[in-house]
């Protein structure tokens, strides 16, 4: 039987597993700190408070409606983003963004791009499962 | 303390009856949505998705809080034979929430967002949640005595109740430019605390449908019992460690990965155990499916199996690959949160609502024709976003990739199936959430007329 005492050492180690486990995460975050610059911090802000996750994906994470745009900005180019950006499309809203701020979104995608590839076919699956790139 | 009465239970229902009124809500934008997959552009300018999806997520993503938070409080005083501590606190709790809530739907209809998955929401709406979960927390901990000797639900609430208000402040970690000013590492950090947070909403969710289950089989032996604490210890154990699945394919630490694939590989446990135990659980079930609330606890189980049995495949990374970033991510959530969540939740409400003054059991014909009406169109719902979900794997994994939008358009037939089933889905719940919500403003409605007389004889 679990005894209350066995409960509870057990309940305790696995808290005290994760509570390590999450400060070492912080402490050693996967990415070294890169200084990103002050555009691309806003374009992040500005992606966020125009919730373009609803429709679209980086690294396969959001909405399924629009693409993913985790590698649009090397694939497409900033002027093809732009143009976007400034008018919409038949099912992407005009935001009515300034100059300005399409810099800012622009300096974000291309952060975001330079961060890694998200396609899928540029990954090899191993034996026991695992897939590496 | 006060030992149990049906004082207070008025404060509790409120949550319960917000809880209802948000689903309806929520599956009102979820059709919304699903019709804008069929028709791109379909209200573009005025409610675009960037919109409907935030109303439909978070309406529903309430719906399950409150009510796990109404079936815990209930289930808690029953458990106790005592009230809760403070009535006063959780009422000022229930208003916390509820501004929040509406102040949340307001702010997408005005077009601002905080623009992370689940909290769509400006980042300052999230402080009113954090304090009304701190006043939670200090209810239930003064509401017990002493925590010697508690079956298995009591350990799994205030799991989730800790753990909600520890992933809930981890999810805002991106506000510090410490985490945020690298993707993958912002990413890394939500996702570890989002897969953590469902895991604790679902705990208080199981905590209440076991306690639920001893009180319909008229058997604590169960909770008390080692499988259980075993269950309820691996559980934990995935809700901490397993949620690097949903960032298989992010260039983080391979270290995150490859813990996050041992760990889920206990889930094969869980899964053992169904099929172990499925003779006894169909005969279970024949015994008790007259019973409206087992009926939900019984689908519910049926949608525990395909759920987990789609969530192994898709932590073993190489199927995840291709599963990952399609509507096969969807299908699993859908599973989870309607046939898992939601089907758990009804099955409480009902019991929660069978002491009114109107019995449930009136209106058993509406309900039952509503059950199989979700089931059958859960079902299919689940079957087309699968099937989409494997249509859009072939063409991501494609040398010569066609367009996104023509790929999209090659998918309409699986949308439609989606709509008409999300329809059917959406009108069945509405059969069996309908009558609840009336018996309780019925009730109302007669608690206040009595009290009328009583004063004007007075």
């Avoid at chain 2, 719906?63 to 009535?87: D, E, F, P």
Wanted: charged share 15%.
């Amino acid at each position: 039987m679990f005894s209350d005492r066995n409960k509870y050492v057990l309940a305790m180690f696995l808290v005290g597993g994760f509570i390590i486990y999450t400060f070492q995460l912080y402490n050693s975050l996967p990415v070294k700190q890169i200084a990103v610059s002050q555009a691309a911090d806003d374009g992040k802000i500005l992606w966020q408070k125009k919730n373009c996750i609803s429709c679209h994906q980086i690294y396969g994470l959001g909405g399924y409606l629009g693409p993913d745009l985790t590698n649009v900005y090397s694939k497409k180019g900033a002027v093809y983003i732009s143009a976007i950006l400034r008018g919409g499309t038949n099912i992407m809203p005009n935001m009515d963004l300034t100059d300005s701020e399409i810099e800012e979104l622009l300096a974000y995608l291309k952060d975001v791009d330079q961060s890694g590839k998200a396609d899928p076919r540029t990954f090899t699956i191993n034996t026991n499962g695992t897939i590496h790139q | 303390m006060e030992p149990y009465t049906n004082k207070g239970k008025s404060i509790i229902d409120l949550y319960i009856l917000t809880a209802l009124c948000l689903l309806i809500f929520g599956l009102l934008w979820g059709i919304t949505g699903s019709l804008q997959y069929i028709f791109p552009g379909l209200m573009r300018d005025r409610f675009s998705f960037q919109k409907v999806r935030p109303l439909h997520v978070s309406s529903v993503v309430f719906w399950i809080i409150l009510a796990g938070l109404g079936s815990m409080l209930t289930y808690l005083q029953q458990h106790t034979k005592r009230v809760i501590y403070s009535y006063r606190l959780l009422l000022l709790q229930y208003c916390i929430f509820l501004l929040t809530v509406v102040s949340i739907i307001i702010s997408y209809f005005l077009g601002r967002f905080g623009g992370r998955e689940y909290w769509e929401h400006p980042p300052y709406l999230a402080l009113p949640i954090f304090f009304g979960w701190i006043f939670l927390l200090f209810n239930f901990v003064k509401s017990f005595g002493g925590f010697k000797n508690q079956p298995v639900y009591v350990w799994m609430w205030l799991t989730g109740i800790v753990f909600f208000l520890f992933t809930y402040l981890e999810s805002y970690l991106w506000l510090l430019p410490y985490f945020r000013n690298n993707i993958i590492n912002d990413m890394t950090v939500q996702w570890k605390s989002y897969g953590s947070m469902v895991g604790s909403w679902n705990m208080l969710i199981y905590g209440s449908s076991i306690f639920l289950m001893d009180k319909i089989t008229n058997n604590k032996d169960i909770s008390y019992s080692k499988i259980a604490f075993v269950l309820y210890f691996t559980g934990l154990f995935n809700l901490m460690f397993n949620w690097g699945h949903h960032i298989y394919t992010l260039p983080t630490a391979p270290y995150i990965k490859h813990i996050s694939y041992t760990v889920s590989m206990t889930e094969l446990f869980l899964i053992g155990r169904i099929i172990f135990n499925w003779r006894n659980t169909v005969s279970t079930a024949k015994r008790n499916f007259n019973i409206l609330s087992f009926r939900f606890l019984a689908a519910a189980d049926f949608w525990v199996f395909l759920t987990l049995l789609l969530a192994v495949l898709m932590s073993i990374p190489g199927i995840n690959l291709y599963t990952h970033g399609t509507h096969i991510t969807v299908a699993h959530t859908m599973g989870a949160t309607i046939g898992i969540n939601t089907f758990l939740l009804l099955a409480i409400v009902i019991d929660v609502f069978n002491d009114s003054c109107i019995r449930v059991e009136k209106y058993k014909a509406i309900i039952i024709r509503g059950y199989w009406i979700v089931n059958i169109s859960l079902l299919v719902f689940w079957l087309s976003l699968i099937g989409a979900g494997l249509e859009k794997s072939m063409w991501q994994m494609s040398k010569l990739q066609i367009s996104y939008s023509i790929m999209m358009q090659n998918l309409s037939p699986y949308f439609i199936a989606f709509f008409i089933s999300g329809f059917f889905l959406a009108i069945g719940l509405f059969m069996v959430v309908y009558p609840l919500i009336r018996i309780k403003f019925v009730c109302k409605l007669k608690q206040t007329k009595s009290s009328y007389y009583v004063f004007q004889s007075n």
